[in-house]
């Protein structure tokens, strides 16, 4: 019975008064794993039907999960722009890598900090509309076409990430994947670690992020939809991960865990 009242209370009221709000609407209509709708909760500008639909979305977007992927996106600039830092000293470019950038607002925002000499990107995501998105943002950095690329594609049909590589002769120093492996069952996101391994240059570092828990976990799970089913995501221990991480060769591991207990932010040398 309690099930019951608890089902009724989150489809049919919860739902429909998150359907006013930008953030509720578009994680109930099937668009939650989206890049725009990340980018929405990046911009953190509350928007939705009439003055009400606004305040439930401002009200969405100061969840603490949705402020522990806003801190995620800084903290990811923050290690990458270190990163670049230490090559340009010994007079190298970065090449970077994005698996499933979406709209890659932190990769625009971190190309604006250097000069063109100094950085190439290409973003991969299959979305159409969060690469038009990306672009635009990088376009609002003055960040030029030929310092980031956005490429459209299924990463698990460009036959292999070193292939496409030796293919754009293009090798990347840095490989990053923010908000794809939580999404991925186990043996897939083995086989994404060897490619990234067999893909990244020797003493490359490869960034990725994944989540032991969520605190909007219930209400993800009841209303959210994907364009593959519900909002239901893999919560991982970090240490499981660093385990497969071995497997394929990686050595030199480092993560840690945000103050929300959500994301574990991990940086590899290869
Ligand atoms: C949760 S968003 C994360 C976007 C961005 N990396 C970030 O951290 O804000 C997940 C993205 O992965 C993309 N995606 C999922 N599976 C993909 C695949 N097989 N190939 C390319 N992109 C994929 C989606 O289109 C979406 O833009």
Redo the contacts with the bound molecule.
């Keep these: 019975m309690k099930q019951v009242i608890e089902d009724f209370v989150y489809k049919k009221v919860i739902r429909n008064i998150l359907l006013m709000s930008k953030l509720g609407r578009q994680s109930v209509l099937g668009e ?8 929405h ?2 911009t953190n500008k509350p928007d939705g039907y009439l003055g009400i639909g606004r305040i439930i979305d401002y009200i969405l977007l100061h969840l603490p999960a949705v402020k522990a ?1 806003r801190a ?2 800084e903290n ?1 600039i923050a290690i990458l722009a270190a990163e670049i830092e230490q090559r340009k000293k010994n007079g190298k470019v970065t090449r970077i890598m ?9 990769l625009a925002e971190l190309d604006a900090k250097f000069k063109e000499s100094d950085i190439e990107i290409i ?5 159409t509309k ?1 690469l038009i998105l990306g672009e635009s943002i990088a376009k609002s950095y003055n960040v030029s076409e030929k310092s980031i690329r956005f490429l459209k ?6 036959d292999h990430l070193k292939r496409l590589g030796t293919k754009i002769e293009w090798c990347p120093h840095i490989i ?5 492996v ?3 069952d186990d043996n897939v996101v083995q086989d994404v670690f060897r490619q990234i391994h067999e893909a990244l240059d020797d003493g490359g570092c490869f960034l990725f ?1 994944s989540q032991q828990n969520n605190p909007s976990r219930k209400l993800m799970e009841k209303v959210g939809t994907t ?1 593959n089913g519900p909002w239901i995501l893999h919560y991982r221990q970090p240490s499981v991960l660093c385990d497969w991480l071995r497997e394929v060769g990686f050595k030199d591991i480092h993560f840690r865990t945000d103050q929300w207990g959500m994301y574990d932010l991990f940086t590899i040398k290869k």
């Design positions: 939650a794993s989206t890049g725009y709708n990340f980018d909760m990046y992927t995620r996106k990811i994005d698996v499933a950038c979406g709209a890659g607002r932190y973003g991969i995501d299959y979305d969060s594609g299924d990463i698990f049909r460009l990053i994947a923010s908000g794809l939580e999404y991925l992020v364009k």
